[in-house]
């Protein structure tokens, strides 16, 4: 997104901005297109959407590497499994936005994974501007159609673990990369009081696909020979949490769009992902 879309989506003068949540699995196991020129294009549009928050999957030490060099004066950076796996979640936070003074940094391991997978959780997030305690998380479940069980168990503990999170914020907002294919969401909805924040947001129809293989040729150019396929396997869970509500009223998710959407100048995308950006207000 360009800078002036990003500035045009900002709250008119005298209103409080939306806050902005950035979920996106990076693709750092691409060897094909190189992973830290890909990886300084996420942080030139992190620059320019200024989220909040930052949830990140499939983060490499090559691409830590220079996101710790371009944002760390922006963002305070969590990383707890790079000295444990050769890809991880990251989760970064907005110095002057966020206060992270009190915050709790829990990680759950999928004990049933073959792939190293786990859920990081951050709460007792303080938003001071508008004085909300907010939970987020982020994972990247089982992957490949033969993780399907272990795929639908770590769903399951996800779901208790937000409904867990919500009695001790006012929010609670989870973004990740989920590989879940239609038939396990409906095999395992979400419980009453959890909701899928692209349908909260009214289903926008060119948000949808996440991963796009149609209109995302990153996998094409590494060999892919399967079907050119459209699914939303990046999801973003939303929680309202049960403490009273803040003077300034509840955190509600009304805005959901896509990034990196657009190609770089070295012809590949930055991920065969697309992003997602939620606002919360």
């Not at 989506?9 to 890909?38: E, F, M, Y």
């Not at 190293?116 to 490949?144: Q, W, Y």
């Not at 009453?192 to 289903?203: A, F, M």
């Not at 094409?220 to 003077?247: H, S, V």
Request: charged residues 20%; negative net charge.
């Amino acid at each position: 997104m360009a800078a002036s879309a990003a500035a045009a989506a900002a709250a008119p003068s005298g209103q409080t901005c939306p806050i902005r949540i950035l979920t996106w699995n990076i693709d750092g196991l691409d060897a094909v297109h190189d992973v830290t020129k890909r990886a300084a294009a996420v942080c030139d549009i992190i620059k320019t959407e200024k989220p909040a928050v930052v949830l990140l999957q499939e983060v490499v030490e090559e691409s830590l590497a220079l996101i710790s060099e371009q944002l760390s004066c922006e963002y305070a950076i969590l990383a707890p499994s790079a000295d444990s796996q050769s890809y991880y979640t990251a989760v970064l936070t907005k110095f002057g936005v966020c206060e992270t003074d009190e915050v709790a940094t829990k990680v759950v391991e999928f004990d049933g994974s073959r792939m190293g997978r786990n859920l990081v959780i951050m709460s007792n997030i303080l938003l001071p501007e508008r004085g909300h305690r907010l939970a987020v998380c982020t994972s990247h479940l089982e992957s490949l159609a033969d993780g399907s069980s272990e795929r639908v168990r770590q769903l399951r503990l996800l779901y208790q673990e937000i409904a867990a999170l919500s009695g001790q914020h006012h929010a609670v907002l989870f973004g990740g990369d989920t590989n879940l294919r239609a038939a396990e969401v409906r095999s395992c909805p979400a419980p009453p009081g959890i909701e899928n924040v692209w349908e909260k947001c009214g289903s926008p129809k060119g948000a949808k696909y996440t991963f796009d293989v149609k209109n995302n040729d990153n996998n094409i150019r590494k060999g892919w020979n399967g079907p050119l396929i459209q699914t939303q396997y990046d999801k973003m869970f939303w929680a309202p949490g049960k403490l009273p509500a803040a003077e300034v009223g509840c955190l509600v998710p009304n805005g959901f769009r896509l990034i990196g959407t657009e190609k770089l100048a070295m012809g590949c995308f930055p991920s065969d992902h697309f992003g997602i950006i939620c606002n919360l207000s």
